[in-house]
């Protein structure tokens, strides 16, 4: 079985290349496995920010993560597997992983 990875950070162009890669692993008879990496926001003055601002960051990532995962097996009509993940951290090391 084929793979494919794609990163999404749910801005319009990754939603089209996540589609892509549907319609793509539709074609080739592959595997979807969407990552979204939240990474940890920078501040101006290099304090933390409160917990229940990062804690919301995560609910919103898993949703919007979830929702566009609904899209892509309504898109494949349940004819692709579709994974997802959310991992926390710096997008490049993740990836490498």
């Known amino acids: 079985m084929k793979n494919i990875i794609v990163p999404v950070n749910f801005s319009d162009n990754s939603s089209n ?5 549907a319609d793509m692993a ?3 008879d592959a595997d979807i496995h969407l990552i979204y990496v939240l990474q940890f926001p920078l501040t101006a003055a290099e304090t933390p920010i409160p917990d ?4 919301e960051m995560q609910r919103n990532g898993e949703l919007s993560l979830a929702s566009l995962s609904e899209d892509l097996v309504k898109r ?7 994974t997802s993940i959310m991992e926390i951290g710096g997008l490049e090391f ?4």
């Open 94 to 97: 993740i990836l490498q992983e």
């Open 17 to 21: 290349a996540a589609r892509y890669a």
């Open 26 to 28: 539709l074609a080739i």
């Open 52 to 55: 229940f601002v990062f804690e």
């Open 76 to 82: 494949t009509r349940a004819q692709v597997n579709v």
